[in-house]
């Protein structure tokens, strides 16, 4: 079975689909952010907007095949130190039942995990939301175990889990596997919001190479540096950065060396990324002439 939904990043663009979808939705459910009217969509998604920029939170609109926009989902709680998130999402009473809510949840654990590199997903459900255990053990979550209540008039909330490798197993089913251009999409969406943490970044590692540079020229030179990263392949957080932070360590157009060249427009090597082979194969005669050849 295909299930066809897309998932876009929550922004103001969702504002009017929000508000519809929010005048026919019930009561939010506990633990899964969302505004609480239509009056508190402009605001929340302003809100989400900055959380996707610092890499705190990111939140998707789930759209059907005709654009309608069904519901959200929603990766926050992110702990970095462990390297894991914490799933949750909502869909509109009218789109319930049909496996949407699988399939958005689906696509969202790919970008977790193969975007964000996690290590594991949380997610908690409370007693009585049966269609949500459902969702959750289809996609092949540990559990449950109990974390609550804390009070007696508290209902009861399960705990869930997967790790990135029971995930990998999980998604050779045909309605989990994240089609190529829908995980571009997010990807792309996801390191442009990270420019202005990039800029910011470079002008404290790099203080002398930017001195001459205005905050502006800083983004600019990120931006260019991004795009033909992603040129060449480069899709992981980890390999734009590295890519990000030679423009300005060894030059702007470092890329241009010969041998540099014949690796990033080369296949990626098994388990090694194209970085990690550029950074193998380098020697100090070749950064200086990537130096050379940047300026």
């Known amino acids: 079975m295909d299930i066809r939904v897309h998932l876009r990043p929550a922004g103001p663009q969702h504002v009017e689909p929000l508000e519809r979808l ?7 459910s506990a633990g899964i952010p969302r505004p609480q009217s239509a009056a508190e969509a402009r605001s929340w998604l302003a809100a989400v907007s900055a959380q996707w920029a610092g890499g705190q939170a990111y939140t998707f609109g789930v759209h059907l095949d005709c654009a309608q926009l069904a519901g959200m989902t929603r990766l926050g709680c992110i702990r970095p130190a462990k390297a894991d998130a914490q799933l949750s999402y909502w869909m509109d009473p009218r789109y319930r039942g049909r496996g949407y809510a699988t399939a958005a949840a689906a696509l969202t654990l790919d970008f977790a995990f193969t975007h964000l590199e996690l290590a594991a997903v949380r997610a908690f459900v409370a007693s009585g939301n049966y269609a949500s255990h459902a969702v959750i053990r289809k996609l092949g979550f540990r559990g449950p175990g109990r974390c609550g209540p804390h009070s007696p008039t508290e209902m009861q909330i399960y705990a869930y889990e997967i790790g990135a490798a029971e995930w990998k197993s999980e998604r050779s089913y045909s309605m989990l596997v994240i089609r190529d251009e829908q995980m571009k999409v997010l990807q792309e969406a996801a390191a442009r919001s990270r420019i202005s943490n990039w800029a910011a970044e470079v002008q404290m590692r790099f203080p002398r190479e ?13 931006d260019c540096l991004l795009a033909r990263a992603w040129h060449y392949g480069l899709r992981q957080q980890r390999e734009l950065s590295a890519f990000i932070q030679l423009g300005f360590g060894v030059g702007p157009h470092f890329d241009l060396h010969p041998p540099f ?15 990690e082979a550029l950074f193998t194969a380098a020697g100090t005669e070749d950064w200086e002439a990537a130096a050379r050849v940047a300026r």
């Open 22 to 28: 929010l005048s026919h939705a019930d009561q939010p």
């Open 210 to 222: 930017v001195a001459a540079l205005s905050s502006a020229e800083v983004h600019q030179r990120v």
């Open 261 to 275: 060249q014949a690796i990033l427009n080369g296949p990626a090597g098994g388990n090694r990324s194209k970085i």
